[in-house]
Structures are given as C-alpha cells and as structure tokens.
C-alpha cells in the first residue's frame, strides 16, 4: 500500500499532471510495459524497471514533487534553462 500524502502540491493535484510537468521540463518520461515488466524512461534511458506500479508511481511522484515544491522563482529559472537550451527562448 503507499499514500501519495503530497499529492496537493502537483499540479492539477494530479499524479499525470505531475508528468507533464518533468516532460516541460526536459524529461521526456515515458511509461511502457513489456511482457509484464515496466520501464520508466527518459528518452533513451531507463529510468527504472520494474513489476510494481506503485514503484512507478512513487518514482514519479518523487520525481515531480521535487520540482513542483521549488520556490516559485527557482522553478521559473528551470524553465527558463530549459527553453534556452532547447533553444527557444
């Protein structure tokens, strides 16, 4: 059993909400399931596999609370970072 306690502070208080912030922000997470077995990638690396999906929520979770609690001027400059460097700010 797991309890996603910080939930409130993801966006749209929603765990895919979640993701799409990390996919703002550079990481290209992605969930895929194969035979049974999930990967967790970010582009062509794998995050985590896995036959939990309460691990792959936690890693998510985890993930994305880590930004989504940021002081609101030091997550604007991660998405500042991340423009520039995709090159479009």
Do not use: C
């Amino acid at each position: 059993m797991q309890e996603l306690k910080w939930l409130e502070v993801l966006p749209e208080q929603s765990l895919e909400a979640g993701v799409k912030l990390l996919k703002e922000l550079g990481w290209h997470i992605q969930v895929r399931e194969i035979d049974g077995v999930l990967f967790v990638n970010s582009g062509h690396t794998i995050l985590l596999k896995t036959s939990s999906r309460e691990s792959v929520e936690a890693l998510l979770y985890g993930m994305a609370i880590s930004f989504a609690t940021l002081p609101a001027a030091a997550l604007q400059a991660v998405r500042r970072f991340v423009k520039e460097s995709r090159g479009e700010g």
